[in-house]
Protein backbone atom coordinates (compact mmCIF):
# COMPACT_ATOMS: atom_id res chain seq x y z
CA UNK A 1 0.00 0.00 0.00
CA UNK A 2 3.02 2.44 0.55
CA UNK A 3 3.92 2.06 -2.86
CA UNK A 4 1.14 4.31 -3.84
CA UNK A 5 2.63 6.91 -1.95
CA UNK A 6 6.07 6.97 -4.59
CA UNK A 7 5.99 10.04 -6.91
CA UNK A 8 6.20 7.50 -9.94
CA UNK A 9 2.52 6.86 -9.27
CA UNK A 10 0.88 9.68 -8.43
CA UNK A 11 1.69 10.97 -12.18
CA UNK A 12 -1.46 12.67 -13.77
CA UNK A 13 -3.15 10.39 -16.76
CA UNK A 14 -3.46 12.25 -20.05
CA UNK A 15 -6.61 14.84 -19.92
CA UNK A 16 -6.47 14.92 -16.55
CA UNK A 17 -8.09 18.43 -15.07
CA UNK A 18 -5.24 20.65 -13.24
CA UNK A 19 -8.24 21.94 -11.41
CA UNK A 20 -8.93 19.06 -9.15
CA UNK A 21 -5.26 20.13 -7.46
CA UNK A 22 -6.49 23.15 -5.68
CA UNK A 23 -8.60 20.89 -3.45
CA UNK A 24 -6.18 18.13 -2.74
CA UNK A 25 -3.89 21.19 -1.75
CA UNK A 26 -6.69 23.05 0.58
CA UNK A 27 -7.32 19.67 2.71
CA UNK A 28 -4.00 19.72 3.82
CA UNK A 29 -4.01 23.60 4.28
CA UNK A 30 -7.18 23.64 6.05
CA UNK A 31 -6.02 21.41 8.66
CA UNK A 32 -2.58 22.66 9.16
CA UNK A 33 -4.28 26.56 9.10
CA UNK A 34 -5.31 25.52 12.83
CA UNK A 35 -2.49 26.89 14.54
CA UNK A 36 -3.77 30.40 14.01
CA UNK A 37 -6.49 29.22 15.99
CA UNK A 38 -4.55 28.91 19.48
CA UNK A 39 -5.05 32.58 20.10
CA UNK A 40 -8.77 31.18 21.14
CA UNK A 41 -7.48 28.53 24.29
CA UNK A 42 -4.46 30.46 25.21
CA UNK A 43 -5.96 31.94 28.39
CA UNK A 44 -7.14 28.14 29.31
CA UNK A 45 -3.83 27.32 28.69
CA UNK A 46 -2.60 29.98 30.90
CA UNK A 47 -4.57 29.18 33.94
CA UNK A 48 -4.02 25.53 33.29
CA UNK A 49 -1.07 25.34 33.54
CA UNK A 50 -0.59 28.84 35.82
CA UNK A 51 2.10 29.98 33.22
CA UNK A 52 2.89 33.29 31.84
CA UNK A 53 1.26 34.70 28.18
CA UNK A 54 5.10 34.04 27.29
CA UNK A 55 5.39 30.83 28.69
CA UNK A 56 2.18 29.38 26.60
CA UNK A 57 3.03 32.03 23.55
CA UNK A 58 6.38 29.97 23.18
CA UNK A 59 3.86 27.07 22.06
CA UNK A 60 3.54 28.79 18.67
CA UNK A 61 6.22 30.34 18.16
CA UNK A 62 7.76 26.51 18.48
CA UNK A 63 5.21 25.65 16.11
CA UNK A 64 6.45 27.99 13.62
CA UNK A 65 10.07 27.58 14.15
CA UNK A 66 9.52 24.26 13.28
CA UNK A 67 7.38 24.81 10.53
CA UNK A 68 10.76 26.45 8.97
CA UNK A 69 13.29 24.37 9.83
CA UNK A 70 11.42 21.40 8.70
CA UNK A 71 10.30 22.88 5.37
CA UNK A 72 14.08 24.17 4.53
CA UNK A 73 15.59 20.87 5.56
CA UNK A 74 13.04 18.47 3.93
CA UNK A 75 12.53 20.71 0.86
CA UNK A 76 14.94 18.68 -1.15
CA UNK A 77 13.10 15.33 0.07
CA UNK A 78 9.81 16.56 -0.75
CA UNK A 79 10.69 17.21 -4.21
CA UNK A 80 12.51 14.06 -4.67
CA UNK A 81 9.66 12.25 -3.66
CA UNK A 82 6.61 13.74 -4.36
CA UNK A 83 3.52 15.77 -3.04
CA UNK A 84 1.75 12.34 -2.43
CA UNK A 85 4.08 11.32 0.22
CA UNK A 86 5.04 14.48 1.43
CA UNK A 87 1.31 15.26 3.07
CA UNK A 88 0.93 11.68 4.33
CA UNK A 89 4.04 12.27 6.46
CA UNK A 90 2.87 15.35 7.29
CA UNK A 91 -0.36 14.45 8.34
CA UNK A 92 1.26 11.71 10.85
CA UNK A 93 3.28 14.36 12.24
CA UNK A 94 0.57 16.75 12.95
CA UNK A 95 -1.92 14.02 14.46
CA UNK A 96 0.91 12.57 16.38
CA UNK A 97 1.55 16.40 17.83
CA UNK A 98 -1.90 16.87 19.17
CA UNK A 99 -1.83 13.73 20.79
CA UNK A 100 1.38 14.36 22.61
CA UNK A 101 0.34 17.69 23.73
CA UNK A 102 -2.99 15.85 25.07
CA UNK A 103 -0.66 13.78 27.40
CA UNK A 104 1.09 17.02 27.83
CA UNK A 105 -2.03 18.69 28.81
CA UNK A 106 -3.08 15.96 30.60
CA UNK A 107 -0.33 15.40 33.35
CA UNK A 108 -0.06 19.29 33.25
CA UNK A 109 3.42 18.68 31.38
CA UNK A 110 4.24 22.74 29.46
CA UNK A 111 7.34 20.74 28.03
CA UNK A 112 4.93 18.26 26.28
CA UNK A 113 3.51 20.40 24.73
CA UNK A 114 6.29 22.43 23.12
CA UNK A 115 7.13 18.95 22.33
CA UNK A 116 4.31 17.58 21.01
CA UNK A 117 2.55 20.14 19.70
CA UNK A 118 5.08 22.60 18.91
CA UNK A 119 8.18 20.54 17.55
CA UNK A 120 5.99 17.71 16.36
CA UNK A 121 3.52 19.14 15.01
CA UNK A 122 5.92 21.94 13.90
CA UNK A 123 7.11 19.28 11.73
CA UNK A 124 4.02 18.10 9.80
CA UNK A 125 2.76 21.82 9.61
CA UNK A 126 6.44 22.66 7.67
CA UNK A 127 6.33 19.46 5.78
CA UNK A 128 2.59 20.16 4.96
CA UNK A 129 2.59 23.29 3.38
CA UNK A 130 5.27 23.28 1.10
CA UNK A 131 4.57 19.89 -0.11
CA UNK A 132 1.48 20.92 -2.70
CA UNK A 133 3.04 24.30 -3.62
CA UNK A 134 5.53 23.53 -6.43
CA UNK A 135 3.24 21.16 -7.65
CA UNK A 136 0.49 23.73 -8.02
CA UNK A 137 3.19 26.23 -9.81
CA UNK A 138 3.98 23.38 -11.95
CA UNK A 139 0.08 22.91 -12.98
CA UNK A 140 -0.28 26.60 -13.40
CA UNK A 141 2.78 28.08 -14.74
CA UNK A 142 0.73 30.73 -16.65
CA UNK A 143 -0.84 31.76 -13.54
CA UNK A 144 1.38 30.90 -10.36
CA UNK A 145 -0.07 33.57 -7.87
CA UNK A 146 -3.48 32.33 -8.68
CA UNK A 147 -2.33 28.60 -8.22
CA UNK A 148 -0.39 29.06 -5.03
CA UNK A 149 -3.34 31.77 -3.78
CA UNK A 150 -5.86 28.97 -4.14
CA UNK A 151 -4.03 26.34 -1.78
CA UNK A 152 -2.51 28.48 0.99
CA UNK A 153 -5.69 30.73 1.61
CA UNK A 154 -6.58 27.13 3.16
CA UNK A 155 -4.06 28.11 5.41
CA UNK A 156 -4.75 31.01 6.18
CA UNK A 157 -8.40 29.86 6.73
CA UNK A 158 -7.66 27.41 9.04
CA UNK A 159 -8.44 29.53 11.51
CA UNK A 160 -12.10 30.21 10.36
CA UNK A 161 -12.98 26.71 10.86
CA UNK A 162 -10.61 26.02 14.38
CA UNK A 163 -12.35 28.94 16.08
CA UNK A 164 -15.52 28.24 16.66
CA UNK A 165 -15.09 24.55 16.22
CA UNK A 166 -12.89 24.44 19.16
CA UNK A 167 -15.15 26.73 21.36
CA UNK A 168 -17.74 23.90 20.48
CA UNK A 169 -15.79 21.70 21.58
CA UNK A 170 -14.98 23.06 24.63
CA UNK A 171 -18.41 24.03 25.57
CA UNK A 172 -19.23 20.73 25.30
CA UNK A 173 -16.15 18.65 27.31
CA UNK A 174 -16.74 21.16 29.56
CA UNK A 175 -20.45 22.05 30.96
CA UNK A 176 -18.83 25.01 32.99
CA UNK A 177 -17.20 26.41 30.41
CA UNK A 178 -19.22 29.59 28.97
CA UNK A 179 -17.78 31.25 25.58
CA UNK A 180 -19.83 34.34 26.20
CA UNK A 181 -18.12 34.90 29.84
CA UNK A 182 -14.88 36.86 29.99
CA UNK A 183 -13.71 35.15 32.94
CA UNK A 184 -14.04 31.63 31.79
CA UNK A 185 -12.01 29.28 30.90
CA UNK A 186 -11.54 25.24 30.10
CA UNK A 187 -10.40 22.37 32.34
CA UNK A 188 -7.60 20.74 31.86
CA UNK A 189 -10.37 17.53 30.54
CA UNK A 190 -11.53 19.51 28.08
CA UNK A 191 -8.48 20.86 26.55
CA UNK A 192 -7.47 17.26 26.84
CA UNK A 193 -10.54 16.38 24.55
CA UNK A 194 -9.98 18.92 22.57
CA UNK A 195 -6.62 17.90 20.80
CA UNK A 196 -7.62 14.30 20.48
CA UNK A 197 -10.20 15.34 18.99
CA UNK A 198 -8.96 17.53 16.55
CA UNK A 199 -5.95 15.05 16.02
CA UNK A 200 -7.92 12.38 14.68
CA UNK A 201 -10.27 14.48 12.56
CA UNK A 202 -7.18 16.38 11.01
CA UNK A 203 -5.85 12.81 10.10
CA UNK A 204 -8.74 12.09 8.26
CA UNK A 205 -9.49 15.16 6.38
CA UNK A 206 -5.95 15.49 5.49
CA UNK A 207 -5.64 11.58 3.67
CA UNK A 208 -8.31 12.99 1.40
CA UNK A 209 -5.80 15.79 -0.27
CA UNK A 210 -3.38 12.98 -0.23
CA UNK A 211 -5.42 10.38 -2.25
CA UNK A 212 -6.10 13.14 -4.44
CA UNK A 213 -2.99 14.55 -5.31
CA UNK A 214 -0.88 13.71 -8.79
CA UNK A 215 1.67 15.80 -10.50
CA UNK A 216 1.79 16.78 -14.36
CA UNK A 217 3.21 13.88 -16.80
CA UNK A 218 6.62 15.30 -18.07
CA UNK A 219 6.57 17.75 -20.71
CA UNK A 220 3.23 18.93 -19.55
CA UNK A 221 1.41 22.47 -20.50
CA UNK A 222 -1.60 24.40 -20.65
CA UNK A 223 -3.28 24.39 -24.10
CA UNK A 224 -2.40 27.75 -25.62
CA UNK A 225 0.23 28.68 -23.05
CA UNK A 226 3.80 29.27 -24.24
CA UNK A 227 6.95 29.17 -21.66
CA UNK A 228 8.61 32.15 -23.94
CA UNK A 229 5.55 34.26 -22.94
CA UNK A 230 7.04 34.91 -19.16
CA UNK A 231 10.21 36.28 -20.29
CA UNK A 232 8.93 39.51 -21.44
CA UNK A 233 7.77 40.18 -17.68
CA UNK A 234 10.24 42.14 -14.99
CA UNK A 235 11.94 40.15 -12.55
CA UNK A 236 10.78 36.98 -14.26
CA UNK A 237 13.55 34.68 -15.37
CA UNK A 238 13.21 31.74 -18.07
CA UNK A 239 16.55 29.79 -16.77
CA UNK A 240 16.42 27.11 -13.76
CA UNK A 241 18.53 28.38 -10.78
CA UNK A 242 18.99 25.21 -8.15
CA UNK A 243 18.33 25.56 -4.15
CA UNK A 244 21.63 25.25 -3.66
CA UNK A 245 22.84 28.41 -5.67
CA UNK A 246 19.50 30.35 -4.61
CA UNK A 247 20.89 30.54 -1.13
CA UNK A 248 24.08 32.07 -2.51
CA UNK A 249 22.06 35.18 -4.11
CA UNK A 250 21.75 38.45 -2.74
CA UNK A 251 18.12 38.60 -4.15
CA UNK A 252 17.40 35.56 -1.95
CA UNK A 253 18.33 36.99 1.36
CA UNK A 254 16.79 39.93 0.21
CA UNK A 255 13.36 38.06 -0.28
CA UNK A 256 14.16 36.47 3.29
CA UNK A 257 14.57 39.54 4.88
CA UNK A 258 11.15 40.88 3.06
CA UNK A 259 9.29 37.79 4.29
CA UNK A 260 10.55 37.80 7.73
CA UNK A 261 9.61 41.77 8.40
CA UNK A 262 6.14 40.88 6.87
CA UNK A 263 5.46 37.73 8.87
CA UNK A 264 6.88 39.66 12.02
CA UNK A 265 3.99 42.52 11.62
CA UNK A 266 1.15 40.13 11.30
CA UNK A 267 1.67 37.58 13.52
CA UNK A 268 2.12 39.29 16.48
CA UNK A 269 -1.36 40.30 15.62
CA UNK A 270 -2.89 36.74 15.37
CA UNK A 271 -1.43 35.07 18.07
CA UNK A 272 -2.67 37.83 20.40
CA UNK A 273 -6.22 38.50 18.01
CA UNK A 274 -8.65 37.53 20.69
CA UNK A 275 -7.84 39.15 24.18
CA UNK A 276 -6.79 41.91 21.64
CA UNK A 277 -9.65 43.29 21.11
CA UNK A 278 -11.40 42.96 24.06
CA UNK A 279 -8.21 45.23 25.91
CA UNK A 280 -8.57 47.99 22.96
CA UNK A 281 -12.15 48.69 24.44
CA UNK A 282 -11.85 47.71 28.03
CA UNK A 283 -14.07 50.09 30.48
CA UNK A 284 -12.27 52.39 32.81
CA UNK A 285 -14.10 49.60 35.36
CA UNK A 286 -11.97 46.81 33.82
CA UNK A 287 -14.78 45.27 32.35
CA UNK A 288 -14.46 44.96 28.18
CA UNK A 289 -17.10 46.06 26.14
CA UNK A 290 -16.05 42.93 23.44
CA UNK A 291 -16.96 39.74 24.92
CA UNK A 292 -15.23 36.87 24.84
CA UNK A 293 -17.62 34.91 22.41
CA UNK A 294 -17.43 38.37 20.01
CA UNK A 295 -13.37 38.09 20.21
CA UNK A 296 -13.31 34.57 19.20
CA UNK A 297 -15.80 35.74 16.17
CA UNK A 298 -13.00 38.28 15.00
CA UNK A 299 -10.20 35.48 15.05
CA UNK A 300 -12.60 33.84 12.73
CA UNK A 301 -13.05 37.74 10.40
CA UNK A 302 -9.53 38.14 10.79
CA UNK A 303 -9.04 34.48 9.07
CA UNK A 304 -11.43 35.78 6.62
CA UNK A 305 -9.42 39.14 5.54
CA UNK A 306 -5.99 36.47 6.18
CA UNK A 307 -7.52 34.25 3.52
CA UNK A 308 -9.44 36.44 1.19
CA UNK A 309 -6.03 38.33 1.03
CA UNK A 310 -4.22 35.10 -0.13
CA UNK A 311 -6.32 35.04 -3.17
CA UNK A 312 -6.96 38.29 -4.45
CA UNK A 313 -3.54 40.47 -3.51
CA UNK A 314 -1.62 36.80 -4.94
CA UNK A 315 -4.01 36.94 -8.17
CA UNK A 316 -3.06 40.94 -8.13
CA UNK A 317 0.72 40.03 -8.20
CA UNK A 318 -0.09 38.04 -11.68
CA UNK A 319 -1.12 41.15 -13.42
CA UNK A 320 1.38 43.55 -11.83
CA UNK A 321 4.56 41.95 -10.65
CA UNK A 322 5.55 40.38 -7.65
CA UNK A 323 7.49 43.50 -6.55
CA UNK A 324 4.97 45.93 -6.59
CA UNK A 325 2.40 44.22 -4.85
CA UNK A 326 5.37 43.79 -2.32
CA UNK A 327 5.25 47.10 -2.01
CA UNK A 328 2.05 47.69 -1.26
CA UNK A 329 2.19 45.06 1.38
CA UNK A 330 4.60 46.84 3.31
CA UNK A 331 4.02 50.35 2.48
CA UNK A 332 0.70 50.73 3.21
CA UNK A 333 1.07 48.46 5.91
CA UNK A 334 3.13 51.04 7.76
CA UNK A 335 0.56 53.52 7.17
CA UNK A 336 -1.94 51.00 8.89
CA UNK A 337 -0.07 50.19 11.58
CA UNK A 338 0.41 54.14 12.98
CA UNK A 339 -3.76 53.81 12.73
CA UNK A 340 -4.15 50.82 14.44
CA UNK A 341 -1.82 52.11 17.28
CA UNK A 342 -3.26 55.87 17.44
CA UNK A 343 -6.67 55.74 16.78
CA UNK A 344 -7.72 51.94 16.65
CA UNK A 345 -9.56 51.94 20.13
CA UNK A 346 -11.88 55.10 18.24
CA UNK A 347 -14.44 52.27 17.36
CA UNK A 348 -14.62 48.36 16.66
CA UNK A 349 -15.73 48.35 13.28
CA UNK A 350 -12.72 50.71 12.55
CA UNK A 351 -10.50 48.40 14.76
CA UNK A 352 -11.65 45.41 13.01
CA UNK A 353 -11.22 46.65 9.03
CA UNK A 354 -7.45 48.08 10.11
CA UNK A 355 -6.86 44.59 11.42
CA UNK A 356 -8.13 43.02 8.70
CA UNK A 357 -6.77 44.37 6.07
CA UNK A 358 -3.39 43.93 7.84
CA UNK A 359 -4.28 40.50 7.70
CA UNK A 360 -4.73 40.48 4.41
CA UNK A 361 -1.44 42.04 3.67
CA UNK A 362 -0.07 39.30 5.71
CA UNK A 363 -1.02 36.49 3.90
CA UNK A 364 -1.20 38.01 0.91
CA UNK A 365 2.59 38.15 1.41
CA UNK A 366 3.08 34.28 2.02
CA UNK A 367 0.69 33.53 -1.37
CA UNK A 368 2.81 35.97 -3.57
CA UNK A 369 6.10 34.92 -2.03
CA UNK A 370 5.95 31.26 -3.85
CA UNK A 371 5.43 33.03 -7.36
CA UNK A 372 8.09 35.50 -6.90
CA UNK A 373 10.50 32.72 -6.20
CA UNK A 374 9.56 30.80 -9.22
CA UNK A 375 10.05 34.35 -11.39
CA UNK A 376 13.27 34.27 -9.71
CA UNK A 377 14.90 30.89 -10.10
CA UNK A 378 12.39 29.14 -12.22
CA UNK A 379 10.42 26.00 -11.32
CA UNK A 380 13.04 23.06 -10.95
CA UNK A 381 14.00 23.46 -7.17
CA UNK A 382 11.63 26.03 -6.40
CA UNK A 383 9.72 23.79 -3.82
CA UNK A 384 13.21 23.28 -2.02
CA UNK A 385 13.82 27.05 -1.99
CA UNK A 386 10.77 28.03 -0.95
CA UNK A 387 11.51 25.77 1.86
CA UNK A 388 14.60 27.52 2.87
CA UNK A 389 13.14 30.72 2.35
CA UNK A 390 10.34 29.94 5.30
CA UNK A 391 13.42 29.98 7.49
CA UNK A 392 12.07 33.74 7.80
CA UNK A 393 9.13 32.55 9.00
CA UNK A 394 10.65 30.67 11.96
CA UNK A 395 12.65 33.74 12.80
CA UNK A 396 9.55 35.56 12.59
CA UNK A 397 7.47 33.36 14.72
CA UNK A 398 9.78 34.16 17.14
CA UNK A 399 10.05 37.79 17.07
CA UNK A 400 6.64 38.72 16.13
CA UNK A 401 4.66 37.10 19.39
CA UNK A 402 7.96 38.32 21.98
CA UNK A 403 7.69 41.87 20.50
CA UNK A 404 3.88 41.86 21.74
CA UNK A 405 4.22 39.10 24.93
CA UNK A 406 7.12 40.91 26.17
CA UNK A 407 5.91 44.65 25.89
CA UNK A 408 2.11 43.34 27.55
CA UNK A 409 4.10 40.84 30.38
CA UNK A 410 5.57 44.91 31.24
CA UNK A 411 2.42 46.42 31.14
CA UNK A 412 0.37 44.32 33.56
CA UNK A 413 -1.61 40.84 33.66
CA UNK A 414 -3.99 39.84 31.15
CA UNK A 415 -7.58 41.02 31.45
CA UNK A 416 -6.37 44.46 32.73
CA UNK A 417 -4.33 45.66 29.66
CA UNK A 418 -5.93 48.64 27.74
CA UNK A 419 -5.76 50.06 24.02
CA UNK A 420 -1.85 51.97 25.38
CA UNK A 421 -0.26 48.42 26.62
CA UNK A 422 -0.20 47.79 22.89
CA UNK A 423 1.43 51.08 21.13
CA UNK A 424 5.20 50.97 22.16
CA UNK A 425 4.74 47.10 19.74
CA UNK A 426 3.05 48.19 17.39
CA UNK A 427 5.75 51.52 16.40
CA UNK A 428 8.13 48.94 16.46
CA UNK A 429 6.05 46.87 13.76
CA UNK A 430 6.01 50.10 11.91
CA UNK A 431 9.74 49.80 11.59
CA UNK A 432 9.88 46.51 10.94
CA UNK A 433 7.95 46.61 7.99
CA UNK A 434 9.93 49.75 6.45
CA UNK A 435 13.34 47.70 7.11
CA UNK A 436 11.13 45.41 4.75
CA UNK A 437 10.02 47.60 2.23
CA UNK A 438 13.99 49.30 1.37
CA UNK A 439 14.66 45.04 0.82
CA UNK A 440 12.05 44.35 -1.35
CA UNK A 441 13.38 47.91 -3.27
CA UNK A 442 16.51 46.20 -3.64
CA UNK A 443 15.45 42.64 -5.01
CA UNK A 444 17.13 42.65 -9.05
CA UNK A 445 17.21 39.66 -11.20
CA UNK A 446 19.55 36.91 -10.60
CA UNK A 447 22.97 37.19 -12.05
CA UNK A 448 23.88 34.72 -15.07
CA UNK A 449 26.18 33.04 -12.99
CA UNK A 450 23.77 31.43 -11.00
CA UNK A 451 22.04 29.72 -13.80
CA UNK A 452 22.37 26.40 -14.73
CA UNK A 453 24.47 25.40 -18.15
CA UNK A 454 22.82 25.86 -21.18
CA UNK A 455 24.02 21.93 -21.70
CA UNK A 456 22.02 20.67 -18.60
CA UNK A 457 19.12 23.44 -18.48
CA UNK A 458 16.90 21.67 -21.12
CA UNK A 459 17.37 18.67 -18.74
CA UNK A 460 16.04 20.45 -15.72
CA UNK A 461 13.10 22.18 -17.35
CA UNK A 462 11.85 18.80 -18.24
CA UNK A 463 12.64 17.48 -14.46
CA UNK A 464 10.45 20.78 -13.48
CA UNK A 465 7.71 20.28 -16.01
Known sequence: MLTALDRKNTIAPAGYSRWLIPPAALAVHLCIGQVYATSVYKNSFIKHFDASQTSVGI????????????????????????????????????????????????????????????????????????????????????RPGLATGLAIMGFG???????????????????????????????????????VTLGIAYFLIMMFGVANIRVPAPGWRPDGWEPSSTAAKPLVTTAQVTAANAIRTRSFWLLWIVLFCNVTAGIGILEQASPMIQDFFRESGGVSGVSVAAAGGFVGVLSLF????????????????????????????????????????????LFVLLAGVILSFYG????TVPAYLRDLFGTYQVGAIHGRLLTAWSAAG?????IINGFLDAEGKPGTLTSSAYQPALFTMVGVLAVGFVANLLIRPVPD???????TEAALKEAAA
Open 364 to 367: GGFA
Open 449 to 455: RYHEPPA
Open 398 to 402: VAGPL
Open 59 to 142: IFSIAIVMLGLSAAIGGTWVEANGPRKAMFVSACFWAAGFLIGALGIGTKQLWLVYLGYGVIGGIGLGIGYISPVSTLIKWFPD
Open 157 to 195: GGALIASPASRQLLSAYDPGYDPGVATSVADGRALVMLF
Open 306 to 349: NMAGRFAWSSTSDLIGRKPIYLVYLGVGMVLYLLLATVGDAATV
